[in-house]
């Protein structure tokens, strides 16, 4: 028994020292810190609202179409005896130039006729003055002072005068058709088509063909009254000195190259269009053919293009992502610093492809949310994440709670592993 004591009290008190050791230690030892870091939120992209000038654009499509255009008709009937080389499909005409010409020679023996009536009717005139003048000195050799007006040959005279004046109409009306048998072109332009030859009789009115002016084209631009409001247009508008109209750049594709002219708003229309409810903005181009031209390349009738309507210019307005707009006038703006989501009422001056243009609602530097978000909410812990112009991501986190030791700065990632996290 003596012998057993011996060998299990050494064991006994190595035992006790242990563990009376391991307590000591466990009540020496500190507690350890708690993490009060909050759970980590929504991982979302954002990009700053910035502050620019914006000038509003009005996109809108038309056909081009001339200022001037006619049917050529004559205004007597012939054969026709010559037809300019110019007259033809896509020939240029000068003002003035003689287009078509009708055989005269009726015309010529109209006004030799129309001449021998005026010479018949001066000397009838003629006649009559001094048939007049004898007649009133006979009555005053005789003493008769009041004789009727027929005793004086008045209305012999009245009738006389009356013919010659008659006659010199008729000679007139004939010059005139025989005027008329050389069918000019009253403007600058071209030919559209031409409908008759030489040889071939026409009437009075018949078309010969038709022709357009080239000085001007415009092109009609249906427009919703908000853009009209956005050009900052009244609807009876007309461009004057005092008020010009806004320039308008056109754009299409002729020859298979893009070409563009630049042309100015000259006036609305009249009316609004009862089916679509839009009405129509005038715009011109002068000289198509010429100084207007894209290098050669006219903008001719008939041309469907294409145009930009510069508007009002807003000087000072801040812009946010297009993509950040939530419906029409909603922008989710995340806080770096508390990591919290703010969802703002912006009023929205303009949007494109480009932006959301706005005075009110956010601050210029705030981070636009552009990731989608399911159901948001005023206080929604997010991580935001913003693109660097180097192709990295910075991440903004949070700061720590109180009691934390370290701050927790914002991490740079490369832009595959934010696009994960975001994920």
Do not use: C
Request: negative net charge.
């Amino acid at each position: 028994m003596g012998r057993l004591i011996a060998i299990i009290a050494p064991i006994a008190i190595i035992a006790i020292l242990g563990v009376g050791g391991f307590i000591a230690i466990q009540a020496m030892k500190p507690e350890p810190e708690k993490n009060e870091e909050p759970r980590a939120g929504l991982n979302v992209f954002a990009e700053p609202v910035r502050e620019g000038a914006l000038t509003l654009t009005v996109s809108a499509q038309g056909e081009v179409k001339p200022r001037r255009e006619i049917v050529v008709a004559p205004q007597i009937s012939g054969r026709i005896s010559f037809v300019s080389p110019d007259f033809i499909d896509g020939g240029f005409i000068r003002r003035g130039q003689v287009l078509i010409r009708v055989e005269a020679q009726d015309y010529e023996l109209g006004v030799v006729r129309a001449r021998s009536t005026v010479a018949s009717a001066e000397q009838r005139l003629a006649r009559e003055i001094a048939e007049s003048e004898l007649a009133l000195q006979d009555l005053e050799d005789l003493g008769m002072s009041d004789a009727s007006p027929l005793a004086r040959r008045e209305p012999q005279l009245a009738e006389a005068r009356a013919s010659l004046e008659a006659a010199k109409a008729q000679l007139q009306d004939a010059e005139l058709a025989l005027a008329r048998t050389a069918v000019v072109a009253p403007f600058d332009g071209r030919v559209r088509e031409r409908a008759v030859d030489i040889g071939q009789v026409v009437a009075p009115g018949q078309s010969l063909g038709r022709i357009f002016g080239t000085d001007v084209v415009e092109v009609s631009l249906p427009l919703k009254d908000a853009e009209l409001g956005r050009l900052g247009l009244p609807i009876a508008f007309a461009a004057s000195e005092a008020t010009p109209g806004p320039e308008v750049v056109f754009t299409a594709t002729v020859g298979g190259e893009p070409r563009s002219w630049r042309g100015t708003v000259v006036r609305t229309g009249a009316a609004i269009n009862p089916q679509t409810r839009q009405i129509n903005v005038i715009a011109e181009l002068p000289d198509p053919f010429g100084k207007g031209a894209d290098n050669g390349a006219p903008m001719a009738p008939g041309l469907f293009v294409n145009a930009q309507i510069q508007g009002r210019s807003l000087d000072q307005v801040l812009i946010a992502p297009r993509a950040a707009l939530r419906g029409t006038d909603k922008l989710y703006i995340g806080d770096p610093e508390s990591g919290k989501l703010s969802i703002r009422t912006v009023d929205v001056a303009f949007s494109d492809k480009d932006g959301a243009y706005f005075h009110e609602g956010a601050a210029a530097g705030e981070l636009a949310i552009i990731s989608p978000i399911q159901a948001p909410f005023d206080g929604m812990s997010l991580t935001v994440m913003q693109r660097m112009p180097d192709g990295t991501v910075k991440v903004h986190n949070p700061p720590k709670a109180a009691g934390s030791d370290k701050a927790n700065p914002a991490e740079t990632k490369t832009a595959a592993n934010a696009e994960g996290a975001a994920q």
